[in-house]
């Protein structure tokens, strides 16, 4: 890793600050990236990309720890969509390991499928009721749909009620206080609409066409990606050390920049935080070694009724890594995001009132020429890595247009 960075900064900013940029990326992470690839190539620009962290690939950074396992060090994350574009954007840089994401809850010592779907239903019920909840889901919702929980809930048939409720309170109540510090009611729906009931008997986390995981990894995935003439990566670099914004001018060691400039980063430390700050949640990790060859039978296990973390992640079942070496856990607590230096900011929190603080940032960042809002930090959104690279795909489309 340390050996690709030196090389890309030596080879292609042999003459550092003195290069023409035609654009200037903020982070290395897949929007940073995909855009500064596209930029590059696509466009043929010189682009320099700048990461405050001595690494690449931004939150979906894989690394081995010390007994030779690769981790996901922020976190797991599991590649999956229905692109086209996307996932054959992506195959250009990486061969897929093919897994299928699933996931089990564990609600009281039972293991249950989660998203909750029609074999859970006969786990939870006895055969007879299972059959009558089955049949009445069918044909209220029809074979193959996916119904949020909250809609669920608002069924009258007191069957469907039932059934609800279950779900309700073994799989989002507590899940979702620790998660979020609030109830399923007083999120965004589309926060627990990512998961679904499925009326089906698919017991995969994610419905996708297209799923997997890097074969190398998600940080060679995206060394790959910037490994491109063309593209300088400044590392450990912090963007306002180099750059600031004055009077609708961005200024680029001094001078001003009259290129692009496409930003990742968090929007409101950009403007010093001067209308206050955009609330997120944060975890913290813990992670444990054991020198056995599994721990638990799936690849992340939810903790839905116990616990204070929320899950587990046991990284050898994610990326198909060889048996024998033991095997390592990661358990995530959720917590408050205060800005301390120790703390990142994982998740927007998805309300009316931070939507319209999220707007001024917006319309400040919108005064500056060329200035451009990417991902899920500088949109202030819930991505997942396929939407990312889709909305850098397009804003490639579009500058390069230009
Ligand atoms: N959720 C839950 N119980 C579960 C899984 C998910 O309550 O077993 C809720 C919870 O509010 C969570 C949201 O659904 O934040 C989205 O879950 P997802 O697995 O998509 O979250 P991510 O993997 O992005 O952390």
Partial sequence: MENFIETIIIIYNVKGGNIMYDSIVIGS?????????????????????????????GNCYDEKEEHDIVIHKYGPHIFHTNSDRVYEYLSRFTEWYEYNHEVVANVNGQYIPVPFNLNTLHMVYGEEMANQLERKLIDTFGMGSRVPILKLKEQEDEDLKAVAEYVYEHIFL?????????????????????????????????????????????????????CYPGISLLLGTEAKDILYLDNKMVFYQGKPFLGKVIFTGAIDELFGCCYGRLPYRSLRFVKEYYPIDSYQEKAVVNYTMTEDFTRITEFKKLTGQEKGKGTVIMKEYPIAYTNSKLETPYYPILNEEDFSLYEK?????????????????????????????ERALTLADELIEK
């Fill in 29 to 57: 992470g897949f929007a940073g990236s995909v855009i500064a690839r596209e930029l590059a190539e696509r466009g043929k620009e010189k682009v320099l990309v700048i990461e405050k962290r001595n690494h690449i690939a």
């Fill in 174 to 226: 507590r899940y979702t206080m620790k998660q979020w510090g609030q109830t399923p009611e007083e999120i965004d729906p589309e926060v627990t609409g990512r998961v679904p009931v499925l009326i089906s008997r698919d017991n995969r986390y994610f419905q996708d066409i297209y799923q997997g995981m890097p074969i190398a990894g998600y940080t060679k995935l995206i060394e790959e990606m910037l």
């Fill in 361 to 389: 940032y917006k319309k400040r960042a919108k005064e500056y020429r060329n200035f451009y809002l990417l991902g899920r930090l500088a949109e202030y959104k819930y991505y997942n890595i396929d939407t990312i690279v």
